[in-house]
């Protein structure tokens, strides 16, 4: 080899290895904005793993004081003589549109109901309408003022108790983003006519919700939705998967599910329906108590006669119990409604839970505030507000005895200081809600 091919050669190896040298630092750098960009990525990842679990399990009594917090001003009634789609705008339907688009198909896709066989109307015994006693309010309340007289003045107590500060409760001053996601589980919406209902059990919610499942067509016989709310079998309208509630909003709409039930909340209607607090109470316990219920001899019924009434060994059944003599007594119920230890295991179960607990009257100004004693007027002024009146009848609703009557007689061997603590625990429910305070329980 000669001297000049050495020479060749030399200056090949020092060429490659300057551009090894200067292929090293780029590949150090690629690796680093790798490991950036996953770092990042993994960050995000997590961050919405935090936010979905914070919306779903973020406790009820931690609260934001924030403006959001403050009611707003009333709005006025909608009008009879408004345009069924003056609900619904543009905006709306397209904001709609882009989020399903965006969190897609899987998402989007509105489950289907499955047809029901044929049902005949649901028969109501005598032992049902007994103890159920579907109204169990005050016939003199019945004979009331001008419908829309009643309605503002109602709305008026509940705005102006939401926005007085020296009258204070736990969550009044939380905002709408503070309730949790479980917490919305009672607010039915009906995309077709622009309606929410917030439900009350023991408030005529059976019947509410046959009207919402008519109105959003939701459930159907045999492929034809039902147009007779009294034709819905009472086991369906019960069944989570019949209604679209706010709680569902965060597995279809995703992080965009608290702005959208702000957008619906000031768009369409809402309304609820309440009823005396201790009479509820009375009608919750009768019905679940007082009947054979498996469900609930066994999760509450059992658990209260093992801790208040020294019971160790219970039946197996509540026809077993019924049959041995063995029932619950309403004493007994208002002892755990007022034991501590009862809401730190769980939270009241919605036949009993407060009403402001279940439809958070101080975070949604509600267009509308039905109450039982007035159900029959109320109803029919709400389904002609709504422009729904000629589409189908609120179902008719049964009465027996007055308010005050029952009262009296269920609390009478109820000690006073029970009904004081009882009453102080339901004090929100009656003061928003504009039902007099029971001074006649309250005292000796």
């Known amino acids: 080899m000669t001297s000049s091919e050495r020479g060749v050669r030399l200056c090949q190896k020092l060429e490659r290895g300057a551009q090894g040298q200067a292929r090293a630092p780029v590949d150090t750098m690629t690796k680093s904005r790798l490991f950036r960009l996953w770092l990042a990525l993994g960050s995000a990842f997590m961050l ?8 779903n399990m973020r406790p009820a009594h931690f609260h934001l004081h924030t403006a959001l917090s403050r009611p707003h001003a ?12 003056d609900v619904f705008t543009s905006s709306l339907e397209i904001w709609e549109s882009f989020i399903r688009e965006r969190q897609g198909p899987l998402l989007s896709k509105r489950v289907e109901q499955p047809s029901l066989p044929a049902s005949s109307k649901p028969v109501l015994g005598n032992l049902e309408e007994s103890v159920r006693g579907y109204d169990w309010s005050s016939h003199a309340a019945q004979q009331s003022a001008d419908p829309d007289a009643r309605q503002a003045e109602r709305r008026s107590v509940l705005r102006g108790f939401c926005a007085n500060d020296s009258f204070v409760f736990p969550t009044k001053e939380r905002s709408f983003d503070d309730i ?14 622009g309606v929410i209902y917030c439900y009350v059990p023991k408030v005529a919610c059976t019947n509410w919700k046959r009207v919402m499942i008519v109105l959003s067509q939701s459930l159907s016989d045999q492929g034809t939705p039902y147009r007779d709310p009294l034709d819905i079998p009472r086991e369906y309208v019960h069944n989570s998967s019949t209604h679209l509630t706010f709680n569902k909003f965060w597995r279809r709409y995703g992080k965009f599910s608290r702005h959208l039930m702000k ?50 060994s219970l039946p197996a059944s509540v026809s077993e119990a019924f049959s041995a003599g063995l029932r619950l007594s309403f004493a007994t119920f208002i002892q755990y409604l007022l034991d501590p230890h009862t809401e730190q295991l769980a939270p009241f179960n919605e036949h009993w839970r407060q009403v402001h607990r279940l439809c958070h009257p101080c975070q949604i100004d509600y267009d509308f505030v039905g109450k039982l004693e007035t159900l029959d007027q109320d109803a029919a002024q709400l389904l002609r507000l709504l422009k729904v009146d000629k589409l189908l009848q609120f179902p008719p609703s049964y009465r027996n005895r007055t308010a005050s009557s029952w ?9 006073l200081a029970w009904r004081q603590q009882l009453y102080k625990l339901y004090e929100a429910d009656f003061v928003l809600f504009g039902y007099p305070k029971p001074e006649n329980l309250l005292r000796d």
């Open 48 to 55: 919405l793993l935090i936010i979905a679990y914070w919306d």
């Open 74 to 85: 009333l709005k006025p009634l909608p009008s009879p003589n408004s345009a069924p789609g």
């Open 180 to 193: 949790p996601n479980y917490e919305l589980n009672h607010l039915i919406v009906d995309d077709r006519h």
């Open 263 to 312: 957008i619906k909340l000031k768009k369409y209607t809402k309304f609820l329906f309440v009823r005396d607090p201790f009479v509820r109470l009375i009608s919750a316990f009768r019905s679940k108590f007082e009947l054979e219920n498996e469900e609930f001899y066994q999760k509450f019924a059992v658990p209260m006669l093992k801790r208040y009434s020294n019971h160790t």
């Open 407 to 415: 009262e009296e007689g269920w609390f009478a061997k109820i000690p």
